[in-house]
Structures are given as structure tokens and as C-alpha cells.
């Protein structure tokens, strides 16, 4: 079975564009949620999605949204980019809510000039 | 607020000596503890759980962790290390019953022959 997959890989925009990545879960996995990993850090929570609802959000500016569609498949979104919004974004999957263990992708490399 | 604290951010062994990644935590309620790994590149692996179960937790690739309620404590150790046992290991905390997860800043685990 496929795992977690993101697209696209690596990415490279300027400062004050927008950015869409996106996340397919593993089959039947119905939660999703999107971390950011600055390097040499560990991941920070941006959001999670159950069901095409909003579950959780973390400290981020509003420049983040985020939406699940009826697929359980997800858009991570980003809006007036920054030199520090370059970074690895992290999807993860889970088959539903609560205290389940999440399955990650490989991520999306974002860098910003 | 939940934390971890990843007490090493560099360890070193040698090929077949003992692993000790140590991990502190912080939490309000009752936690559920995961040790995550991420190779170069790559995204994150789930390696075990902690969950109110079993204190003494056995995960994938020989690795094992200890809960310690009263060190508030959840190392993680491996008899024997291998080469490919290098990459960074992210002890995490989440809520019980909550998809967030809290990473701590990371241990690079260096294996050498």
C-alpha cells in the first residue's frame, strides 16, 4: 500500500508569492495534519484536519490556511511568503481522531529567495 | 503546555556498543510519548508508543524505551548499535486523546565502524 505522499518535492519561490502543497493520506486514513521543520529543528504543528473540519491549529500566522477535501486528500497554503517561511512541510496521516499514531510523508522542501 | 527535552543533541557510539538517547517531559495531563526517526531527506518514522500501557515499550529495529512516571523520564536504548541506526530521533509528547504533537529539538545519533 502507498504511505503518505506529497507533491511537490522540492519547491522554490520569492519573497511575497504564494505557495500550495498538497497531501494525499494512506487508504482509509481519514486525519490529516501539516508540521513545519525548520532545519536543524523539529517539527512545529500547523494544523489538523478530520473529516473536512479543522481539528487543531498551532502558532501560526494567518498567512497559513489549510482545507481537506471529501478524498481526505489536503491543501496546505501559504500566503505572502517570507525568507523564514522556508522550510520542510511535513504531512502526516491517521486512520481517525484522538490519540492515534500518524503516518508521515517525505515532505516538501520550500525555499524562499 | 506539554514539552520534551532532548537532553543530548549529539550522541556518538561505536558499530555493536549500547544506544541511550535520553528524553525528559512535561506534561498536565496523562501523556502519550512516540520516539520518531528521520533519515537524511526523508520523513519521519515512527519507531514506538507509549500509551498507558506497559512502562518498558519495544518498538521496530531492536529499539526499546522506559516510561518513568516519577522521572518523568522516556529514554530510548538499543543493545547494539548498527551503522544504519544513524539519523536524527525526535522524542515527542501528545495530549491523550489529541492528534497535536510536540517534538522535541533532536538528537543526531553518529555510528561509527
Known amino acids: 500500500d502507498a504511505g503518505v505522499t506529497q507533491s511537490p518535492t522540492h519547491l522554490i519561490k520569492t519573497r511575497g508569492q504564494q505557495v500550495t502543497l498538497r497531501c494525499s493520506p494512506i487508504s482509509g486514513h481519514k486525519s490529516v495534519s501539516w508540521y513545519q521543520q525548520v532545519l536543524g529543528q523539529g517539527p512545529q504543528f500547523i494544523f489538523q484536519y478530520y473529516e473536512k473540519e479543522e481539528r487543531g491549529r498551532g502558532n501560526f500566522p494567518d498567512r497559513f490556511s489549510a482545507r481537506q477535501f471529501p478524498n481526505y486528500s489536503s491543501e496546505l497554503n501559504v500566503n505572502a511568503l517570507l525568507l523564514g517561511d522556508s522550510a520542510l512541510y511535513l504531512c502526516a496521516s491517521s486512520p481517525r481522531d484522538g490519540n492515534q499514531p500518524q503516518h508521515f510523508g517525505d515532505g516538501t522542501r520550500l525555499s524562499i529567495l | ?113
Not at chain 2, 31 to 60: C, E, M, R
Not at chain 2, 77 to 91: G, I
Not at chain 2, 98 to 110: M, Y
Request: hydrophobic share 35%; glycine share 6%.
Open chain 2, 1 to 113: 503546555a506539554q514539552s520534551v527535552t532532548q537532553l543530548d543533541s549529539h550522541v556518538s557510539v561505536s558499530e555493536g556498543t549500547p544506544v541511550l538517547l535520553r528524553c525528559n517531559y512535561s506534561s498536565s495531563y496523562s501523556p502519550s510519548l512516540f520516539w520518531y526517526v528521520q533519515h537524511p531527506n526523508k520523513g519521519l518514522q515512527l519507531l514506538l508508543k507509549y500509551t498507558s500501557a506497559a512502562t518498558l515499550v519495544k518498538g521496530i529495529n531492536g529499539f526499546e524505551a522506559e516510561f518513568k512516571k516519577s522521572e518523568t523520564s522516556f529514554h530510548l536504548t538499543k543493545p547494539s548499535a548498527h551503522m544504519s541506526d544513524a539519523a536524527e530521533y525526535f522524542c515527542v509528547v501528545s495530549e491523550r486523546g489529541f492528534q497535536k504533537l510536540v517534538f522535541g529539538t533532536g538528537t543526531r545519533l553518529l555510528v561509527s565502524p
